[in-house]
């Protein structure tokens, strides 16, 4: 078994409004030593082994439906689990 | 200069609809070995030295906007970047 923690953001030349906002608000609180915010997206899944390479199968579910590559892009990190006995 | 890397899931307790609806997509794609998913929000940060240590600021900011406590958890990474001469 594998966990999988995928992040998505948008590309560096997409706007991006919410991140924006993020970072307003926290100037609000007083947190002015905060540069910039980018706001993405988290995945977590637990994928079970399988005859295909695991890191050729999360590439293909990032580019065909988790993340929209026109727009974002995905990093991610595949940690093999132990089963429980 | 810090690179801040929060992600934020729901507590375990808390269902998660949207990443039962991503499960789902994946299995009528042919990924039957994806067991679960579970969806989040992920934030990247940037953040300048200032007085106070960075991680007592990060979880004041995590407490205090980024995460909803009551229904979330989070998790964050810090890393010092070298600055540009």
Redesign the interface.
Known sequence: ?YLV?V???YKESILDPK?EA?ND??QR?G?H??????????????????DRPIAE?VNE?CD???ANVNMETYHYEITEMRTQA
């Open positions: 078994m923690k992040t998505v953001t991140g993020i608000a926290l609180l947190y030593n905060v540069q910039s915010v980018e706001l993405g997206k988290y995945f977590e899944l637990q994928v079970a082994k399988s199968q579910m065909r439906l988790l």
